[in-house]
C-alpha cells in the first residue's frame, strides 16, 4: 500500500523530471532511492525495528514513482514504430517479473515454523542480496542509460526534436504546465486515464486480496493460494509480451486494447463463476485473469500516447500510473469491505461492473492516433521529395 500512497503525490515531479530533463537522471534517482531503502533494510531485520523498516520501505515506495512511467518513455525515444510495442511490453515485463520472484523466492527461504534466529538469517540473506543487485543496476544506470539517442528512431520523434529545440528559450515548468494542461483538454485521453485505471485497479485489487477470496472457499489451501497468486503475476508477464507483439505488428491500437479490456472482463466473469468448482479450475481462470489484465498495460501505454502525441509518453503514462494507484486504492477498500460483510461473490461483483464501465469507456475513445498520422504524414512528404 505505501507504494501506492507514495506514487500519487510523486507522480507530477517525477513526470517534470522524466519530461524535461531526460530518462538518465529518472533512472538514476529511482535507482539510488532503491539502493538506498535496500540497503536501509539490511539494518532493520530485528523485530523491534518496524518502524526502520517502514522508513526503508517507504525510500523504496519513492525512488519506484521515478522509474514507473520509464518503460513508454523510453521505448518511444529508442524504438522504431514498428518496436514500440513490444519495448514497452518488456518493461512491463520487467516490473512483473520482479514480483513474481517476490511471490516464488521468500516463502522458501522464510517459514514461520523456523526459529527466529533462522528466519533472522534468512531475512539477512534475502535483503543482502536485493540490496547487492539494486547497487549493480545503480552503476549500470549511472554508466550505460542515455537520454536518447544520436539519431531519431522515427519520424514521429524526429517531428518532435524539430519542435524542441524552436522552445529552448522557453521556461521548462511553463512547458510541463501546458503538457499536462493538453493532456486535461483531450477528451479522449480522459477516456484511457479513467479506463486504464479501472482495469489496473482491478487487478490491483484481485492480487491484494487473492488470499481472502479464495480461502472463503478453501480453507486449507494456503500453499495452493501462493501459486495461484505467481500464475497471476507469470500469466502476466506472457501477455505483457504477446499483446505488445500483436500491437506492433497490427497497428490497431483501439481494437487490440479494447479486445483485451472486454477478455479481461470475461475472464473476470469466468473466475467469479467458476471458483466454487475446485482449486485446479482457479489456476486457470488466475491464468486468464493475469494474461489478459498485465497485458493491457503496454498496450494502454501506447494507446494514450497515440492520442496524447506530441505530449511527452513519460506525463501521459505517468499520469495512467497515478490514476492505477488511486484506483488501487479504492477498489482494494471497497472490495475488502464487501467480501467481509456481505461474501467474496459480490466483492467479485463490484470489480466486474468496474470492468464492464471500462471497457464502455475504451470503446468511447476515437480513433485520433497523432503519433501515427505524424508518422504517414512524414512519409508521405519523403516519397512527393523523391518524386521531384
Not at 520501505?57 to 521515478?66: D, E, M, P, R
Not at 539477512?124 to 539494486?134: K, N
Not at 472486454?262 to 485446479?280: E, V
Amino acid at each position: 500500500m505505501v507504494y501506492m500512497l507514495c506514487y500519487i503525490p510523486l507522480v507530477f515531479p517525477a513526470m517534470f523530471l522524466l519530461e524535461r530533463k531526460g530518462l538518465k537522471l529518472s533512472c538514476s534517482i529511482g535507482a539510488f532511492l532503491t539502493l538506498a531503502g535496500s540497503i536501509i533494510k539490511c539494518f532493520a531485520v530485528d523485530q523491534n525495528l518496524f518502524y526502520l523498516a517502514m522508513t526503508a520501505q517507504t525510500i523504496c515506495a519513492i525512488g519506484q514513482a521515478f522509474t514507473l512511467g520509464i518503460p513508454a518513455r523510453l521505448s518511444a525515444l529508442w524504438f522504431g514504430p514498428n518496436e514500440i510495442g513490444l519495448a514497452t511490453s518488456i518493461g512491463v515485463f520487467g516490473n512483473q517479473l520482479g514480483t513474481a520472484i517476490g511471490f516464488v523466492v521468500p516463502p522458501h527461504l522464510v517459514q514461520k515454523k523456523d526459529p527466529i534466529d533462522v528466519i533472522e538469517k534468512n531475512f539477512y540473506y534475502i535483503l543482502i542480496s536485493v540490496a547487492v543487485v539494486c547497487a549493480i543496476f545503480f552503476v549500470l544506470s549511472i554508466i550505460f542509460v542515455s537520454n536518447q539517442p544520436v539519431k531519431a528512431p522515427s519520424r514521429a520523434q524526429l517531428e518532435i526534436r524539430k519542435s524542441a529545440s524552436l522552445r529552448k528559450e522557453e521556461n521548462d515548468f511553463e512547458i510541463f504546465k501546458q503538457s499536462l494542461l493538453n493532456l486535461f483538454k483531450n477528451f479522449n485521453y480522459i477516456l484511457v486515464l479513467v479506463s486504464y485505471g479501472i482495469n489496473t485497479g482491478v487487478y490491483y485489487s484481485i492480487s491484494t486480496l487473492l488470499n481472502l477470496i479464495i480461502s472463503n472457499y478453501y480453507q486449507d489451501e494456503n500453499e495452493n493460494i501462493g501459486v495461484v497468486g505467481l500464475i497471476l503475476v507469470t500469466s502476466g508477464l506472457i501477455g505483457a509480451v504477446v499483446c505488445g507483439f500483436v500491437l506492433d505488428r497490427t497497428k490497431q491500437f483501439k481494437y487490440t486494447t479494447l479486445i483485451i479490456y472486454a477478455s479481461s472482463f470475461l475472464a473476470m466473469i469466468i473466475f467469479s463463476i467458476t471458483i466454487q468448482i475446485n482449486i485446479w479450475t482457479i489456476f486457470l481462470t488466475t491464468f486468464l485473469l493475469g494474461f489478459f489484465m498485465t497485458g493491457y498495460l503496454p498496450v494502454g501505454f501506447e494507446l494514450a500516447a497515440e492520442v496524447t502525441y506530441p505530449v511527452s509518453e513519460g506525463t501521459s503514462c505517468g499520469l495512467l500510473n497515478s490514476s492505477a494507484q488511486i484506483f488501487g486504492i479504492l477498489f482494494t477498500h471497497t472490495q475488502g469491505r464487501i467480501i467481509i460483510t456481505y461474501g467474496p461473490f459480490y466483492g467479485n461483483l463490484f470489480l466486474i461492473i468496474m470492468l464492464l464501465i471500462g471497457t464502455i469507456l475504451t470503446a468511447m475513445v476515437k480513433q485520433n492516433f497523432k503519433r501515427q498520422e505524424a508518422i504517414k504524414m512524414a512519409l508521405k512528404e519523403i516519397q512527393e521529395h523523391q518524386h521531384i
